[in-house]
Structure formats: structure tokens, C-alpha cells
């Protein structure tokens, strides 16, 4: 298996706040690596930064792409445009992430557009195949957002991530917004999309439920810092951190008669070594 | 609600904005004080600086369509006044001479003017035969026997325009330095932020009176309208620059803003793309409730004597001769320029908040 990315002692602190510490880890393609934790564990300031939608402090993001190896923090404006094509990303909030003044159509035809490519025929062509592969009706093109569902926007932003046709795409938080009968549907069709065209994904969560099911490998994080990570199956059966147990406990079981008991937190080791 | 799908968000706007009636009537109104603004050498009778020594003061005329004895009369017209000197309290008091009808004639003969200052002609909408003995002072006259009504026509065209072109400047000089601060933040954003405070923390009105009084009394009209347009704007940008900084913080975090950049968009199209028509509703808005202020603040000046001085004819000059009570007493139809200013601003306000709600995209349309 090939690896696609590589970060190596990823650090990032706002002020004298340290958000997240030293993070290292591996991707392999076409796998899914999940990245949990609680609310301000720093995953988000994690994935934005290997995204170069925040400067880290210091550590490196190698990323295996067209041109082979890169380090994305070394790379300038322009040479980093070419590998936007390749690393794209699903936001949480549907609602905030189109923009409400531009119809489908522009919004999908952007990434085009800025990458120069095809045209306009062809884009037009392109946009409509993928409306058809996150199964929205063609017609919706000449929409704007307003006009759509929660579900459907997702449906939206994953089309205005794939059209590029990346390699490598961040999902952060990309269901916690929506209900549970729209996140199945969403998380089929990523899956759908995956072995389709050999996707690699960055899946930030924290419903672990969601990540056990849709995840190769997890990465747990507790401030800023990886607790514990491996393959999914390892790490929730048999966790090896306090923080860890802490989370799986707070899973809700499906019987509604049995009830929720979370491990308390002060009985636990959450030291941090 | 199907068909709502298929509209852009300026038709959603449009519709927001039509269910705000109150606001459609303020846009009306507005609308035709600036078309009278605009044509007011035709649709005034007389030039704002032509005298009628024969009606010094007099009150404000009925247009009629029936006579003394009752009868109809298709065209419309008016009486004449007669002057009786009352010999006890030696007030001039003004009674309609009805021996004599002044048919109103339209689109007829009267007073030469140029157009625009551009076309001579001699033709307004309506007056009475300039041949004959008659006359038409709708609003009445002032002590120098002015018409009232071609007066408040002719100070509506600077009073309006003063208005709108202060309000222009203020928003230049709010949406760039705004812009740029929000944009660029640290030294310059720190700078534009101190000088806005300090803006702020002075009384307007003493620093106004301070700059007016400075400007050159030999100055054409022409040359102090824009010194006052000038004076007003550089006080009023500091509200509109905190404004279009902020929402250019909040917005370079937004998720669409980060979406562009992720996918490779440069400076130039995330500002003009995707940031400037997201807030252009807003700044239109803003602009709206702002010309109020613009023109109050002209009124207060002039009003003051420190502003426009006759012969400029504005809302303002014109209200300063209802300064003393013995007009406010004997002739109340001189204030009837602060009556087209209550009016005007209050439709300004009313509109500004109509664009408001429409503007606001998340407001719904479904609900009522």
C-alpha cells in the first residue's frame, strides 16, 4: 500500500494556548483514517492545518502527490495550487459553506474555473455528472442554496470537493450537523465514492459510533495531543488509554431499557505523558 | 412555494422587500421628491429669486374648480388676493378677491429660465396668464413676496442632492479604509480604529460650526455646497469603516470564504466573488439610514447661518426665516420646508428598514 500523507510533529498554540502538540501520523491511500475526540481537542485546528487554512508552528505535512513528496509548509501560493486539485475538503455546517448568492452552477464550476480548466461547455457537462453522482437531480443547477435541504447541500459540498477529482479529501465533522436517517444516506454515498474512485479520507468525528462503522484507522486525541491510534477495530476493543474507555462509554446503546453509565472522569488517569 | 426554488436571491429580496408596505410608500415618496427635485425649474411656477410686490407675505392660495356663486368650473383656478391694511393693529391681512378667476394654464408661458442651466426656455408645468394681474403661490410668499413653492422646490435640489452625495463620499471613504483595515488588520487596522474613536468622541455639532465658519465666505455657492458635502462626509464615515471591518473579519472566517481559498481562489476573487456581494445589501442599507443624518446635519448648518447662505436655496436657508416667533405667529407657511424635511427623513428611515428586512437572507419568506 502506498503512503498518500505524512505529518510529523504537527504543532499549533493560539496566544500561549497550546492546541495542538507535537501530532504525527500516517495516511495510506484509499484508506479512511478517523480522528476523534472531544469538543476543543484540536482536531479542526489538526486538519485545517495540514489543509493550509492555518499556519502550524512547526513540525511537517509531506503529502505523496503528482509531483511525489512534497512538504505542503515549504510550498509557495503557486506551486501549492496544483495540489489544491488533489487535497479537498467537506465542511460541517451545509448551511454556511455555500455561498447563499451564487446557483449550484457557479459553486460547482469555481474550482474549475480557477484551475483553468475545460471549457464552458464542458464544465457545464461536468458539473451535471456530478450533481448525478451525489445523486441530486440536474436540474438543480440553476438553484441556489436556499432552496435546498440540509442533506442535499452536503450533497453539494461533496460534489464542489470531488470535482477536482482529488486524491485526498478531509471530511470535518462532514455528518454531525445533519439527522440520523440523512448521515446514513451521506456516509453511503462517501463510501459509494470511495472505492469508485480510490478516495482517501480524513474523517473528523466525534460520534464514534459513525467511526467505527466508516473508519480503517482511528486517532485519538485528547488537548491536542494523540492519546492512542491504530486500526479501528484494535482500538475499540480493546483501548489502551483511560481517555479512550472514557469515550466508548459514552457511546448510547441502541436498547433504549439500557441505560448510559460513562466512566466518571475523575476516577481515571487522564494524565497527559 | 415550489416556484421560490427557481429565485435568485435578489428576487427573494424584491419580494421581502414589497411585503414592507410602509417601506414601498417611503420609496414613493421618495422617489417623487427627487423627480421634482430634478425638474424643479419646470415644475415651479416662478424662478426662486422672482419678487410679486404685490403679494408681500401672503398666505398660501386654494386651486379651485368652483367659483363664489358655486358654479363649476373645468379648469382649475384661483382668486386673486386684496390687501387690507387692518387699522387697529396695522397688520396687513390678505382677502381672496373673487371679482377676478386666473385660470391655471399648463405646460404655458412664464418666467425665462435655463433648463439644467443648460436649455433657455420660458415654459413651466403650470402658471397662471403671466399677462394678466394674476398669480399662483401655492405655499404662499415670504417677506420679499418669493414664492414659497418654486423656493421649496429649488431647495429640495440641494437639500436631496447634498443628501446623496455625502452619503457617496461617506461611503467611499467607510468601505476603503473599512475594507482595508478588516482586510489587512494589524498597524493599519490599529491606526484606522484610533482615528475612528477619536472621530467619534467629538461633539458634531461644535465641530462642524468650527469647519463651516472656516470656510472662505468668498466662495462661489457652488464651491461651499461642496465644502459643506466634504465637511459632513469626513465626520460621517467612522459608523460605515467599523461596520464593513467587521463584517470583513467575520466574514474571511466564514466557511464559504475558506471553501474558496481551499479550492485555490486568489485575493481578488474572494473579496470581489464571494466577500463584497455577500455585504453590498448591507452597505446599500446603511447608506440608506445615513442620508437622513446628511441631510439634518446640512439643515442644522444652514439653519445656523453657517452653512449655505442665501442665495442658495435650500430646506436649511429657507427655515431660517422662520427663526423668530413673530413668523411662526403671523406666517406659518414659512415652515413649511421643515415639514418637507420631518417628511423626508422619516421616509428615509422607513426604507432603510425595509431594505433592511429584505436584505437579511436568512429572514424566511414562508412565514405570515
Redesign the interface.
Same mark, same amino acid.
Given at each position: 500500500m502506498t503512503q498518500l500523507l505524512s505529518v510529523k510533529n504537527l504543532c499549533k498554540s493560539f496566544g500561549d494556548q497550546l492546541i495542538v502538540n507535537s501530532v504525527s501520523f500516517d495516511v495510506n491511500e484509499s484508506s479512511t483514517l478517523g480522528i476523534v475526540g472531544e469538543s476543543g481537542s484540536g482536531k479542526t485546528t489538526l486538519v485545517r492545518s495540514i489543509l493550509r487554512a492555518i499556519d502550524p508552528d512547526s513540525g511537517s505535512v509531506r503529502y505523496n502527490g503528482e509531483a511525489g513528496w512534497q512538504n505542503l509548509h515549504e510550498l509557495s501560493a503557486k506551486e501549492l495550487l496544483p495540489l489544491r486539485r488533489e487535497v479537498q475538503m467537506i465542511f460541517q455546517d451545509p448551511f454556511a459553506s455555500l455561498n447563499p448568492r451564487m446557483t449550484v452552477q457557479t459553486i460547482l464550476e469555481e474550482p474549475l474555473v480557477i484551475h483553468d480548466l475545460g471549457d464552458k461547455a464542458w464544465r457545464k457537462q461536468r458539473v451535471m455528472e456530478m450533481l448525478e453522482k451525489v445523486q441530486l437531480d440536474p436540474s438543480s443547477a440553476a438553484r441556489f442554496p436556499h432552496a435546498f435541504s440540509g442533506g442535499q447541500r452536503q450533497r453539494i459540498g461533496i460534489a464542489r470537493a470531488l470535482i477536482l477529482e482529488p486524491r485526498l479529501v478531509v471530511c470535518d465533522e462532514s455528518v454531525s450537523a445533519l439527522d440520523v436517517s440523512v448521515q446514513s444516506q451521506i456516509l453511503d454515498l462517501l463510501k459509494a465514492l470511495q472505492s469508485e474512485l480510490g478516495l482517501t479520507y480524513l474523517f473528523v468525528a466525534h460520534d464514534l459510533r459513525v467511526v467505527r462503522e466508516f473508519c480503517d484507522e482511528v486517532l485519538v486525541m485528547y488537548s491536542g495531543n494523540v492519546v492512542e491510534q491504530g486500526p479501528v477495530e484494535e482500538v475499540f476493543n480493546s483501548p489502551d488509554h483511560d481517555y479512550t474507555r472514557l469515550l466508548l462509554s459514552a457511546i448510547p446503546s441502541p436498547d433504549p431499557d439500557e441505560k448510559l453509565d460513562p466512566l466518571d472522569r475523575a476516577t481515571l488517569n487522564l494524565q497527559l505523558a | 412555494m415550489s416556484e421560490?426554488?427557481?429565485?435568485? =436571491?435578489g428576487q427573494?429580496a424584491w419580494l421581502r422587500f414589497r411585503r414592507h408596505k410602509l417601506a414601498m410608500v417611503a420609496g414613493g415618496v421618495l422617489i417623487i421628491f427627487y423627480l421634482f427635485a430634478i425638474f424643479c425649474e419646470f415644475i415651479s411656477p416662478y424662478t426662486p429669486d422672482q419678487r410679486n410686490a404685490r403679494a408681500i407675505n401672503a398666505p398660501p392660495m386654494d386651486i379651485r374648480f368652483f367659483d363664489a356663486d358655486g358654479q363649476f368650473h373645468p379648469r382649475p383656478f384661483v382668486y386673486g388676493w386684496e390687501l387690507n391694511i387692518n387699522e387697529d393693529t396695522w397688520m396687513r391681512e390678505y382677502q381672496e378677491d373673487t371679482s377676478t378667476r386666473y385660470d391655471i394654464q399648463f405646460f404655458s408661458r412664464g418666467e425665462p429660465y435655463e433648463f439644467w442651466g443648460l436649455i433657455p426656455t420660458e415654459r413651466h408645468l403650470f402658471t397662471v396668464d403671466s399677462e394678466s394681474e394674476g398669480y399662483i403661490h401655492w405655499f404662499g410668499t415670504d417677506s420679499l413676496g418669493r414664492d414659497m413653492f418654486s423656493r421649496v422646490l429649488y431647495g429640495a435640489r440641494v437639500s436631496l442632492s447634498i443628501g446623496i452625495l455625502g452619503v457617496g463620499l461617506t461611503l467611499f471613504l467607510g468601505v476603503l479604509l473599512g475594507g482595508f483595515a478588516g482586510y489587512l488588520g494589524g498597524v493599519f487596522d490599529n491606526v484606522v480604529q484610533r482615528i475612528t474613536e477619536v472621530l467619534q468622541s467629538i461633539p458634531t455639532l461644535p465641530l462642524w460650526m468650527a469647519l463651516s465658519a472656516a470656510l472662505p465666505a468668498a466662495w462661489s455657492p457652488l464651491a461651499t455646497y461642496f465644502g459643506i458635502t466634504i465637511i459632513l462626509s469626513l465626520f460621517g464615515w467612522t459608523t460605515l469603516a467599523r461596520q464593513v471591518r467587521g463584517r470583513f473579519l467575520a466574514m474571511r472566517e466564514?466557511?464559504?470564504v475558506? *471553501? *474558496?481559498?481551499?479550492?485555490? *481562489?486568489n485575493d481578488r /476573487?474572494i473579496i470581489f /466573488?464571494?466577500m463584497l =456581494?455577500?455585504f453590498v445589501s448591507h452597505i446599500i442599507t446603511t447608506a440608506t439610514l445615513a442620508v437622513p443624518a446628511m441631510i439634518l446635519g446640512e439643515t442644522a448648518l444652514s439653519f445656523l447661518g453657517i452653512g449655505l447662505r442665501a442665495p442658495v436655496v435650500s430646506w436649511g436657508v429657507l427655515l431660517q426665516q422662520a427663526q423668530n416667533y413673530q413668523v411662526i405667529v403671523m406666517t406659518p407657511w414659512l415652515l413649511l420646508p421643515g415639514a418637507f424635511i420631518v417628511i423626508t427623513v422619516i421616509a428615509f428611515n422607513l426604507l432603510g428598514d425595509g431594505l433592511r428586512d429584505a436584505a437579511d =437572507?436568512y429572514s424566511s419568506l414562508s412565514k405570515t
Open positions: - | 421560490l426554488n427557481e429565485l435568485t =436571491p427573494l466564514e466557511d464559504f475558506v *471553501a *474558496a481559498r481551499l479550492v485555490g *481562489a /476573487r /466573488r464571494h =456581494p455577500s =437572507p
